[in-house]
């Protein structure tokens, strides 16, 4: 169990070294933020955040950047949703949707505003494409809330944090 989280740690470093900001700049942004609006556990704030302490002038860039990432992650996990409700019907031959899913059925695309929430954010993009929700509608709804989460959280930690080592 040591050797596996000692090799994870080792591809987790490689990938950083790889997406050094000062190299690779608004397409490490891009991709750390696609990937952090999948299931899997990443944060892409400071990411962003380190982009534009090295370089302010990039703040709208890195903020469109990362929102278009993750409002594509979020789609990716829209389509990963309808698939497996797709293929959970076809097996079972019944529908998946469970009352816990209720309200998002309630509330439609714009359920997806919530979608920069940590923890529950992701998984509901997923949960949006099992429902069948019109894709388009979510798609918009995720970006606004992306882009309204970039926007604050930037501009918060560039305020609170303006001699931070860049």
Same mark, same amino acid.
Do not use: H
């Given at each position: 169990m ?6 994870? &740690?080792? &591809?987790l /470093? ?5 997406f050094?900001l000062?190299q ?6 891009f991709v750390?933020?696609l990937?952090?609006a ?8 400071p990411?962003?955040f380190?982009l534009v ?5 990039m703040?709208?860039?890195?903020v469109?950047?990362a929102t278009? /990432?993750?409002?594509? /992650?979020?789609?990716?996990s829209?389509w990963?949703?309808y698939?497996a409700?797709r ?6 031959h019944?529908?998946g ?5 209720a ?11 919530l979608s920069w ?6 998984p ?8 069948r929700?019109?894709?388009w509608?979510c798609?918009a709804?995720?970006?606004v ?10 501009a ?8 931070a080592?860049g």
């Open positions: 040591a050797a596996m989280e000692a090799w994870i &740690q080792a &591809q /470093g490689a990938l950083l070294v790889v050094a000062p690779v700049g608004l397409s490490a942004v750390v933020a990937v952090s999948t299931l899997l556990p990443l944060g892409s704030e990411a962003v380190g302490k090295l370089n302010p002038a703040f709208w860039p890195a469109l950047v278009a /990432g993750n409002t594509l /992650g979020g789609a990716i829209w990963m949703g698939g409700e293929a959970y019907e076809r097996v079972t019944r529908s949707e469970l009352r816990a899913v309200w998002l059925r309630r509330f439609g695309p714009r359920a997806c505003l929430l940590p923890v529950v954010g992701d509901l993009c997923a949960v949006a494409g099992w429902l929700l019109p894709f509608p798609v709804w995720m970006a809330g992306k882009f309204l989460r970039y926007l604050v959280m930037t918060a930690l560039l305020w609170l944090f303006p001699g080592p």
